[in-house]
């Protein structure tokens, strides 16, 4: 059977399909075949280090456990001649619901609330302090694609007004922002959902955010990446910012223990696919991906870059 080198986490029903087509080989296995590995499942959080992929002369095939690709160079890949799948589009509700799980924590402030009942608060001091409707707010979407598009379809419901920013425009019946800073002046709430990687590096900024500004709230599903972590601490410090809602870090799993500290931020372990219905739907295309590959060479999901292979 041929040589299959896992990287990161797989579900057991994954695993028990995998292993009736190839011998499966783990990353910290001394005696890994390097040469006789042809195929890489991994996830979007570990993706393939250069060095490991420089290792494996001759390697055919990654397979994503994920949408976001970022920790694996395709630009080499397509050079190399090896094929990288993802999985689009299965996760799309989920993350969705995700974002939109910490708008209204944020703006419900849940999690004050659920403290203030457990403190035993309420008996003490009465009712709780008001606090904002997420109804008919105005939520600029950075990064209108797959799920940026599910998010919107999921704030329908509250009236939100929605706006977008990205680098082209869409034929959808939303305002478009070319200039990111316009936007988060413009709205009420910023979700991020773009791809990671240097093209999104920081995009949101300390100018971005204080543009935002007291009464904002930024959400980010995207990656870590894509928010200035710095700047958005500071500001959520000092209250140029009002609130934010973030699954994702920039050093996960490590998070700031400023952050931690603040009360006005709702965090999340990375977790925006992460049930256990999104995650078999994505486990499945991840391997139907691999299975096909070693079939006849073709896959169902191909990264952009990988498509005209
Ligand atoms: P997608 O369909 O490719 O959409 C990406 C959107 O981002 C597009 O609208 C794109 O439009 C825009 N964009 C890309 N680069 C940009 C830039 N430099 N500036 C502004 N906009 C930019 O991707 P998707 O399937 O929606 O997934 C998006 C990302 O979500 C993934 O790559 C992943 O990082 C993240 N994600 C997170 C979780 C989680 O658990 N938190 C789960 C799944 C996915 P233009 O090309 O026109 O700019
Ligand atoms: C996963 C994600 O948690 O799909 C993505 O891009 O961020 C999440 O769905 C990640 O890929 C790790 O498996």
């Known amino acids: 059977m041929p040589d299959l080198l896992q990287i990161g986490g797989i579900t057991d029903v994954m695993r028990a399909r995998l292993e009736e087509a190839f011998t499966i080989h783990a990353l910290a296995d001394t005696a890994l075949p390097s040469e006789t590995i042809t195929h890489v499942v991994t996830n979007g959080h570990d993706g393939v280090k250069p060095e490991i992929m420089d290792g494996l002369p001759n390697l055919k095939m990654i397979s994503c456990y994920g949408v976001g690709y970022d920790a694996i160079d395709a630009s080499a890949c397509v050079e190399r001649g090896i094929m990288v799948t993802h999985t689009p589009n299965v996760l799309n509700a ?24 457990r403190s035993g608060a309420w008996a003490k001091d009465g009712n709780a302090p008001l606090t904002r409707s997420a109804d008919n707010q105005t939520v600029g979407i950075l990064g209108l694609g797959r799920i940026g598009q599910a998010i919107a379809d999921k704030l329908a419901p509250w009236g939100a007004k929605i706006v977008y920013h990205t680098r082209t425009e869409k034929d959808v019946p939303y305002t478009y922002y070319p200039n990111l800073v316009d936007m988060a002046r413009d709205v009420d709430t910023l979700i991020c959902i773009t791809p990671g990687g240097p093209a999104t590096n920081k995009l949101v900024n300390a100018d971005v955010i204080d543009a935002l500004g007291p009464q904002g709230t930024l959400v980010n599903v995207s990656r870590g990446s894509v928010v200035d972590e710095v700047a958005l601490v500071a500001a959520l410090q000092e209250g140029r910012l009002g609130w934010a809602g973030l699954d994702v870090f920039e050093r996960e799993p490590q998070v ?45 999901s191909a990264v952009p870059e990988c498509q005209g292979m």
């Open 94 to 117: 989920e993350v969705a619901t995700t974002a939109v799980m910490l708008m209204l924590a944020c703006y419900r402030e849940v999690l004050r609330d659920d403290a203030y009942v």
């Open 256 to 300: 700031p223990e400023a952050l931690c500290k603040l009360p006005n931020v709702v965090l999340l372990p990375h977790v925006g696919s992460a049930t256990v219905e999104t995650r078999a739907a994505m486990g499945a295309l991840t391997v139907d991906n691999l299975l096909q590959h070693l079939a006849d060479g073709t896959v169902i």
